[in-house]
């Protein structure tokens, strides 16, 4: 560390000073991902400012260039393994802004790319991931306009990062944003939950469940392009990607002000995903999916909706899990097959890290 | 690695696979570099097509959205140390995409921001960082409008790595790029060369050079408008980076297919760089730096566009160092003081890996 650096120049707002240092959890999607992103970097690149873009919180940013709407969206991806049963980082990498750029009612239209190397990844597996986002780019409909790639020293990496981001164009008239959501509200969600999680910790813990379970990992945009092209009143879409459903939920119910009940038995979790969490002490809820959308609709769409969803491969396994509501807001609440209820919490981190 | 990964499936094109893996010269903007570019990375993106936005090769994209003209770019940094003097790795990452923008002629106005914390980093540190870039973001006039932030475990990082991406708007009849040049045009720099490089290296190799040497980071958005606004026919704008000016030269012959001769004796070397870089046995025309731009201008355009660099402090050091000429297309010669000629090669590899 250099003479030039004088770390107590710097002050650590509360409630981030807990951890005087970065934790995975950091990363998790979770509370302390949460307070990283409000406490931290918002206020330092807004300036304090409510209406700027980045304030929005949102899976991408809504901006103006040139008289055009744009959307602009970036993910960064470590997952380890790197290759997985259904994908690897390639098409997660590509999909995730994809998806991000997708759910803020965009047309994905261009993606730049960031690697960091290690020394020593063997050039053909690089390839092979290569080849993999070209595919994944292709069937998402976008284009890879540019690059940069750097190297680290071995022991300074694991293989290979990527970061990729992107350009979107919002369609005339388009409009969805936590700030739509209105109590009565349905909450779709296009298929079954917690397969990109479970197909990553399954390699990486060297489990087998028996049934194989591969990631969901898939570009989202031509789902949400049916649903706003048949003029479905869409309030809110987001990808439930790291923290799961839950954390999606919790994002939006947070950001809209409303209160999120779902019906615990309407859950799309698949027996073999049921069964690993069970395993793992999991909570299906909580695991990352990476091709999955989260919908709040106006009620009157909302067997439409679902009718256009299931229409296309996928979204064959969608269904309506819940309403937004008027009682306790920013709270998500489950209703529980024996007729209680119960709060369903943000994790303080992920369960499971590096998953994408 | 997985049961999944078959890497008999991928075959290593030429000239790729004399290097079988990852060599940190492949992140060093030079022919290792530029073979990953054109040999792995464009083939796969492009589908081999020749019009496509990545194929242009430039520092940044051209692309339209909804009517609207815009550049695209992105840049990721691993430098080491993280902070140097001068600067750290928030301004050279806001810094590096915003001229990129910059050198497509295109306005900055938004980035996106990829972190890669290690965890144990100092929650302080990262404050530090993230307020450079917001200080760096405002000096330029770009909004940071959305970012993505993963954790990667102690040992599988380097403390922070940072990918920034951007979109800038092209304004109306701008047109910048090598295809642009024409023998005849007079070759700028905005000022000395080296610093960057130089820089970071006094700290990672704890030497002292007597004087202070400086990052040079800085925004270059206002000295393009200048000249733009001013009416110079600015026909290839690049920052040399990587591989500094020597890289930069070469990648615009090649683009262009003119010749390029440059005066050695006019390369603005600062007495403190030519120093350090006589004792570490490095040539100044291949150190980075990071707030220089090297403009191909018209002939009738060269005094006015060095007045008009020469206005504002970030271009206060201009000069003319050289032609584009007919002869030797591709190749890049200079002229030593004593009369004579030597080629400039593009190097293998970077002399100083982790620089940006």
New interface residues.
């Given amino acids: 560390?250099?003479e030039?650096?004088d770390?107590?120049?710097?002050t650590?707002p509360v409630p981030?000073?807990d951890?005087?240092?970065?934790?995975?959890?950091?990363?998790?999607g979770g509370r302390l991902?949460g307070d990283?992103?409000r406490h931290?970097?918002v206020p330092?690149?807004t300036?304090g400012a409510d209406g700027?873009?980045?304030a929005q919180l949102?899976d991408?940013?809504l901006?103006e260039?040139?008289?055009?709407?744009?959307a602009?969206?970036?993910?960064?991806?470590?997952v380890r393994?790197r290759?997985?049963?259904g994908g690897?980082i390639g098409d997660l990498a590509v999909n995730g802004t994809v998806n991000d750029l997708a759910m803020c009612g965009a047309t994905p239209?261009?993606l730049?790319?960031?690697?960091?190397?290690?020394?020593?990844?063997?050039?053909?597996?690089?390839?092979?991931i290569?080849?993999t986002?070209?595919a994944a780019?292709?069937m998402a409909g976008v284009?890879?306009?540019?690059?940069?790639?750097?190297?680290?020293?071995a022991?300074?990496?694991?293989g290979l990062?990527v970061?990729t981001?992107g350009?979107g164009?919002v369609p005339d008239g388009v409009r969805v944003g936590p700030d739509q959501v209105r109590p009565g509200d349905v909450v779709l969600v296009s298929g079954p939950i917690g397969l990109h999680g479970i197909a990553v910790m399954s390699?990486r813990e060297g489990l087998e469940f028996g049934a194989d379970i591969v990631s969901d990992t898939a570009p989202l945009g031509g789902l949400v392009a049916a649903l706003l092209g048949a003029g479905i009143r869409v309030h809110a879409l987001r990808d439930p990607t790291r923290g799961g459903l839950a954390a999606t939920l919790h994002e939006i119910a947070g950001s809209s002000q409303v209160g999120v009940e779902i019906a615990e038995s309407a859950l799309p979790v698949p027996p073999e995903v049921r069964a690993a969490c069970g395993f793992l002490g999991l909570d299906p809820m909580y695991v990352a999916n990476e091709g999955k959308l989260v919908a709040f609709v106006a009620p009157e769409d909302a067997a439409r909706a679902l009718d256009i969803l299931r229409a296309n491969p996928l979204g064959a396994g969608a269904v309506a899990i819940g309403t937004a509501v008027a009682d306790h807001p920013e709270v998500v609440v489950a209703r529980t097959p024996i007729g209680g209820t119960r709060v369903v919490d943000l994790p303080l981190a992920e369960q499971l890290?590096?998953i994408?």
């Fill in positions: 560390m250099s030039h650096l770390l107590e120049n710097w650590c981030l000073r951890y005087p240092s970065i934790v995975l959890g950091h990363g998790g991902s990283l992103i931290l970097f330092a690149f300036g700027t873009p980045l949102g991408g940013a901006v260039a040139g008289g055009a709407r744009l602009m969206s970036t993910d960064t991806f470590v393994p290759f997985f049963p690897n239209l261009y730049t790319v960031g690697f960091v190397l290690e020394e020593g990844l063997p050039l053909a597996e690089l390839g092979l290569v080849d986002m070209a780019a292709r284009q890879i306009v540019t690059g940069d790639t750097k190297v680290v020293d022991g300074h990496g694991d990062y970061t981001a350009v164009l390699v890290p590096r994408c």
